[in-house]
T-cell receptor
Framework: DAGVTQSPTHLIKTRGQHVTLRCSPISGHKSVSWYQQVLGQGPQFIFQ???????GRGNFPDRFSARQFPNYSSELNVNALLLGDSALYLC???????????FGPGTRLTVT | EDQVTQSPEALRLQEGESSSLNCSYT??????LFWYRQDPGKGPEFLFT???AGEEKEKERLKATLTKKESFLHITAPKPEDSATYLC????????????FGKGTMLLVSP
């Protein structure tokens, strides 16, 4: 079975631009979460979606937004990019809320 | 606020030299404690979930244990392929079922 997939793998953007990251969960999983991981740190929670509804939001500015589609795939959008947004963005899926989360390979975002 | 502290930050072992990684946590009500393995530039790989104090889980050379304040990941006779960063995360019983991660322990096993 395919695991969690994310696209693109790598991305280079300029300050002030916006970016859209995509995630497809494991088949049958209905919950998707997004995390940001900077070098040397553990992943930090951004958003959680379940059945297309936002179920959790971490301590990130309103420049970050997300949504989940009827097929349970998800998008993370970041507007007005800052240098500090450079990080590995991870998507994780789970069967439901509270179950173990399985991570995708991540999208490496570099903001110059 | 949930907090997770992992120690040591880095650990260097010789092949076959057993050791333990520590994960101390503060959470209002623990739903679950999770261990992940992460290779450089990759996403975390799920290893174990522990739900209650006294619980133990094993997988090959790894064994995870849980108390009311901390969890240990014991590595028995490690091999070079066990080299990775090991992440610990907690899930709170209240509110969102999101994960709060520690910074990880970077393990290097030399042949």
């Amino acid at each position: 079975d395919a695991g969690v997939t994310q696209s693109p793998t790598h991305l280079i953007k300029t300050r002030g631009q916006h970016v859209t990251l995509r995630c497809s969960p494991i088949s049958g999983h209905k919950s998707v979460s997004w995390y940001q991981q900077v070098l040397g740190q553990g992943p930090q929670f951004i958003f959680q979606y379940y059945e297309k509804e936002e179920r959790g939001r971490g301590n990130f500015p309103d420049r970050f937004s997300a949504r989940q589609f009827p097929n349970y795939s998800s998008e993370l959008n970041v507007n007005a990019l800052l240098l500090g947004d450079s990080a590995l963005y991870l998507c994780a899926s789970s069967l439901s809320l509270g179950n173990e989360q399985y991570f995708g390979p991540g999208t490496r975002l570099t903001v110059t | 606020e949930d907090q997770v502290t992992q120690s040591p930050e880095a650990l260097r072992l010789q092949e076959g030299e057993s050791s333990s990684l520590n994960c101390s946590y503060t959470v209002s009500g623990l739903r679950g404690l999770f261990w992940y393995r992460q290779d450089p530039g990759k996403g975390p790989e799920f290893l174990f979930t522990l739900y209650s104090a006294g619980e133990e889980k094993e997988k090959e050379r790894l064994k995870a244990t849980l108390t009311k304040k901390e969890s240990f990941l014991h590595i028995t006779a490690p091999k070079p392929e066990d080299s990775a960063t090991y992440l610990c995360a907690v899930q709170d019983r209240s509110g969102y079922s999101t994960l709060t991660f520690g910074k990880g322990t970077m393990l290097l096993v030399s042949p």
